[in-house]
């Protein structure tokens, strides 16, 4: 069965660069969600789309901004990286009206 | 906001043996979901078992099944016959239903480390 794909699944970026994250859905999932997960801790709540709007937001500091595409898929633009942001980036999906949300394999990020 | 509490930061148990993991959590809400997750070192987040708090019966899963006390807002994972494979870092999470208009998505707990011993 398909799953939730994301790219990259590693990423080195220096201090005050900006990174990219992508999330691919699986097929017919329209929601969307971003995880934050640093060393160590539980995951945090960033930000969920449905039908390409934005439907709530977590701790998602005003640096990072992320949007959904018309093919569902979503991405996560992190500017003006700082240390701190280094941690594991998840994405998961689901279909609205059910509660098995799947996540993907995640992103690492290291900012040095 | 709700919190989700995990009290055991790790757990041991024997191989076939049986585990129980705790969770609590608060909320005011009377609807929600409640899950819990596996994350291997591989680090994918899995979901082991999900309740819906409408629901009086405990869900199962095979080796897995849960003790849901809705009033004390207790949600504990019992793991039955343990196998090396369970080991993992697992994750109590909760999800308000869409009818109270809480958040999308998921709370967190600050996991458990089980580990299994041969």
């Known amino acids: 069965a398909a799953g939730v794909i994301q790219s990259p699944r590693h990423l080195i970026k220096e201090k005050r660069e900006t990174a990219t994250l992508k999330c691919y859905p699986i097929?017919?999932?329209?929601?969307v969600y971003w995880y934050q997960q640093g060393p160590g801790q539980d995951p945090q709540f960033l930000i969920s789309f449905y039908e390409k709007m934005q439907s709530d937001k977590g701790s998602i500091p005003d640096r990072f901004s992320a949007q959904q595409f018309s093919d569902y898929h979503s991405e996560l633009n992190m500017s003006s990286l700082e240390l701190g942001d280094s941690a594991l980036y998840f994405c998961?999906?689901?279909?609205?009206?059910?509660?098995?949300?799947?996540f993907g394999s995640g992103t690492r990020l290291t900012v040095v | 906001a709700q919190t989700v509490t995990q009290s055991q930061p790790e757990m041991s148990v024997q191989e076939a043996e049986t585990v129980t993991l705790s969770c609590t959590y608060d909320?005011?809400?009377?609807?929600?979901?409640l899950f819990w997750y596996k994350q291997p070192p591989s680090r994918q987040m899995i979901l082991v078992i999900r309740q819906e708090a409408y629901k009086q019966q405990n869900a199962t899963e095979n080796r897995f099944s849960v003790n849901f006390q809705k009033a004390a807002k207790s949600f504990s994972l019992k793991i039955s016959d343990s196998q090396l494979g369970d080991a993992a870092m697992y994750f109590c999470?909760?999800?308000?239903?869409?009818?109270?208009?809480?958040?999308?998505?998921?709370?967190f707990g600050k996991g458990t480390h089980l580990i299994i011993q041969p």
């Open positions: 999470a909760y999800r308000s239903a869409p009818s109270g208009g809480g958040a999308d998505g998921l709370t």
């Open positions: 097929p017919r999932h329209d929601t």
């Open positions: 998961a999906s689901r279909q609205q009206g059910y509660y098995g949300y799947t």
């Open positions: 909320t005011s809400e009377s609807d929600y979901y």
